[in-house]
């Protein structure tokens, strides 16, 4: 079992920046790929970033590239969503989730993530 908490959402001006965090515990998680994920009202969860266990691979979805960055820190037992230039339309509930790997393919599809936490809020106003 692996326990993921996020934190670092809130409120934010178009065009700002915020840093989620997402701290995991439990079983090994540093061999776990991780995953961030949004869901706006009305619509889906749809994927924003992912990594894999080494943060030797990571992926974005394409609304996000080149304004998000996904880290990870296996000593803290943390990754990390850099978030810049944001935008009204990134105004969502963003999720952390992980699933056990041995691979560095990052796997955008929700139904491959095992764990996820409880989310986090972010609002971004114009």
């Known amino acids: 079992q692996v326990q993921l908490v996020e934190s670092g959402g809130g409120l934010v001006q178009a065009g700002g920046s915020l840093r989620l965090s997402c701290a995991a515990s439990g079983r090994t998680p540093s061999s776990y790929n991780m995953g961030w994920f949004r869901q706006a009202p009305g619509k889906g969860r749809e994927f924003v970033a992912g990594i894999s266990w080494s943060g030797g691979s990571t992926y974005y979805a394409d609304s996000v590239k080149g304004r998000f960055t996904m880290s990870r820190d296996n000593a803290r037992n943390t990754v990390y969503l850099q978030m810049n230039s944001l935008e009204r339309e990134d105004t969502a509930v963003y999720y952390c989730?992980?699933?056990?790997?041995?691979?560095?393919?990052?796997?955008?599809?929700?139904?491959?993530?095992?764990?996820w936490g409880q989310g986090t809020q972010v609002t971004v106003s114009s």
């Open positions: 989730a992980a699933h056990r790997s041995y691979f560095e393919a990052v796997n955008p599809y929700a139904n491959a993530y095992d764990y």
